[in-house]
């Protein structure tokens, strides 16, 4: 007992028992929601590899718009050549409606369709800026949150990891 009342005198009955202070509290409050996002995904990880599930988000569709059918080709083969994706669907033509500085314009487009990993959307975008003809290309992506496995697989085993 005399050990303890070194490293913690006790303080006089009428004070009670001394407490962190409210700063404490908030650091470790600040810490656990900063670290948050980080401990839920280690979690998510070691549960995929335990049990050999998917992640949801782990791979992105991106949609890219283009002019016509020979550019899309270029671009789909360009994107494949650098193994940014692991397929790309060529849509066929379809009609779009836009505002471009200020005036609603009306063309037709080629949508690609790029099935990869969530990690190379961003290479990615900065890809296709760099060789799309148009000012302001189209890229977006969404994340894929459900699929086949064997098809997330082999989207997985053709897109190398960053």
């Known amino acids: 007992m005399e050990g303890l009342s070194q490293r913690c005198p006790l303080p006089p009955a009428s004070q009670g028992c001394?407490?962190?202070?409210?700063?404490?509290?908030?650091?470790v409050l600040t810490l656990l929601?900063?670290?948050?996002?980080?401990?839920?995904?280690?979690?998510?990880?070691?549960?995929?590899?335990?049990?050999?599930?998917?992640?949801?988000?782990?791979?992105?569709?991106?949609?890219?718009?283009?002019?016509?059918?020979?550019?899309?080709r270029d671009i789909a083969r360009a994107i494949m050549d650098k193994k940014l994706a692991a397929y790309v669907n060529i849509l066929p033509k379809s009609s779009a409606l836009y505002f471009w500085k200020g005036e609603l314009e009306e063309s037709t487009e080629i949508l690609l369709l790029v099935k990869t990993r969530t990690s190379k959307i961003g290479e990615l975008s900065n890809y296709v800026r760099s060789i799309h003809p148009f000012e302001t290309p189209e890229v977006i992506s969404l994340p894929i949150d459900q699929g086949n496995p064997l098809y997330l697989k082999w989207i997985e085993e053709n897109v190398p990891r960053d």
Not at 35 to 58: C, D, F, K, Q
């Open 33 to 72: 929601v900063l670290m948050y996002p980080l401990l839920r995904g280690l979690a998510l990880h070691l549960h995929s590899a335990v049990t050999g599930s998917y992640i949801p988000g782990t791979h992105s569709i991106a949609f890219v718009n283009c002019l016509n059918e020979q550019i899309a």
């Open 18 to 27: 001394p407490r962190p202070g409210r700063g404490t509290l908030v650091l």
